[in-house]
C-alpha cells in the first residue's frame, strides 16, 4: 500500500526559504503569485493490506520523525 | 569528575570538545552512538557538528539512535547534560529540551565570534561566571534560530532557565546583535531542573588565548566543583 506524505511549516512559523522562493519567482515575472511555503515530501510504501492499520503506521512515522509536531504540521494521502 | 562524548556520524567537534574536558581535568571517554549502555559518568555531552550530514532535520535522526535512549534515562536521573550546537538541535529533538531550532533567518550559515550574556550563574554551568557577564564565543550553524510557543517562554522567563541570549559588546540585547533570529536572542536554555543546558554558541572553541580566547574555560570549571 503506497501513501504520500507532505510535512509543511505550520502557518505562524515563518518560511524563509518560501519567502525566498516566492520574491525569484516574482523577480521571474509572475506578478499574481501570492504565497508560496516550502515543504517536504516523502513516498511511503508499505507491506500492509488493511488501509487503517498503514494509515496508522504512517501517522505514526509521522509523529515519530517525519514532522517536528512544534514546527510543522502534516497531511497523509493514500496513493496508487 | 567522569565525562562522555557521544559520537555521531558527522560529529565534528567531538575531538576539540575531548581536547577542552582533557585540559580541564575531566576523565573522559568517547562513546559511539550504537552502544546500548554509557560508561559511568556525572556529565554526558552531546557534541557539535552534522550527525547524519542534518538529513530530515539537524539532530533528527541522531535524535533517534540507541545511545540517545540511555542519555534520556541518565537525564532523568539527573546526570549533567551538554548539547552543543548540534548537541542542542539533538537535545531539542529527543524532547530533553523543548523548543526547536529553525534555519537561520538570513537562510546563511554564521560562522563568526558573538557576544553572550550569562543571564543565569546559579547553576552547575556556569556557577564561575558573573551574572550579566558578556563572553565572546563563536558560533558556526545554519540552523540556529530558536524557537518556542508562548508558554513555554514564560515558563523559562519565570524559572531563569534561559542561560545565554545574544548581545552587543556593550551587553545590549537587541535586533542588531541578533545573529540569527532566534527568539529573544536565546543562545542558550536549561530544562526545569537545570542539568541540561542545549546552547549553540561553541565554548569549547574558546580555551586558549593562543588560538582565540578563554571565555569558555569557566564553563568547564563550573562543571569541575
Not at chain 1, 508499505?46 to 509523529?63: I, R, Y
Not at chain 2, 569528575?1 to 557521544?6: A, D, L, N, Q
Request: aromatic fraction near 6%; charged fraction near 25%; glycine fraction near 6%.
Amino acid at each position: 500500500m503506497k501513501f504520500s506524505v507532505t510535512v509543511i511549516l505550520k502557518k505562524d512559523v515563518l518560511d524563509p526559504q518560501g519567502k525566498v522562493v516566492q520574491n525569484t519567482l516574482k523577480d521571474l515575472g509572475f506578478l499574481n503569485l501570492k504565497n508560496i511555503r516550502q515543504g517536504k515530501f516523502f513516498e511511503i510504501e508499505l507491506n500492509e493490506n488493511d488501509e487503517q492499520k498503514a494509515k496508522n503506521a504512517v501517522k505514526q512515522m509521522c509523529e515519530k520523525l517525519l514532522a517536528n509536531l512544534i514546527i510543522e504540521d502534516f497531511k497523509i494521502s493514500k496513493t496508487k | 569528575m567522569k565525562s562522555s562524548v557521544i559520537v555521531f556520524p558527522g560529529s565534528n567537534c567531538d575531538r576539540d570538545i575531548a581536547v577542552a574536558l582533557e585540559k580541564m581535568q575531566f576523565k573522559n571517554q568517547m562513546v559511539w552512538h550504537k552502544e546500548t549502555e554509557l560508561p559511568k559518568s556525572d556529565l554526558i555531552i552531546i557534541p557539535g557538528g552534522f550527525s547524519y550530514g542534518d538529513y530530515l532535520r539537524s539532530g533528527a535522526i541522531a535524535g533517534k539512535s540507541s545511545i540517545i535512549n540511555e542519555v534520556i534515562k541518565a537525564a532523568n536521573s539527573g546526570c549533567l547534560i551538554l548539547g552543543i550546537c548540534n548537541g542542542f538541535q539533538i537535545l531539542t529533538e529527543t524532547g530533553l529540551l523543548k523548543g526547536t531550532l529553525l534555519r537561520n533567518k538570513n537562510l546563511r550559515f554564521i560562522n563568526k565570534d558573538v557576544n553572550i550574556k550569562v543571564l543565569n550563574n546559579e547553576t552547575k554551568f556556569t556557577s564561575k561566571y558573573k551574572k550579566n557577564q558578556i563572553l565572546r564565543i563563536n558560533i558556526a550553524h545554519n540552523e540556529g534560530n530558536y524557537f518556542t510557543n508562548a508558554k513555554h517562554l514564560d515558563e523559562m522567563r519565570e524559572k531563569n532557565l534561559i542561560a545565554f541570549k545574544y548581545c552587543d559588546e556593550k551587553g545590549n540585547i537587541n535586533t542588531q546583535s541578533n545573529p540569527n533570529g532566534a527568539l529573544n536572542n536565546i543562545a542558550g536554555i536549561y530544562n526545569s531542573k537545570k542539568n541540561i543546558l542545549g546552547m549553540m554558541p561553541h565554548p569549547e572553541r574558546m580555551i586558549d588565548k593562543l588560538v582565540s580566547n578563554d571565555d569558555g574555560i569557566n564553563l568547564f570549571s563550573s562543571l569541575l566543583k
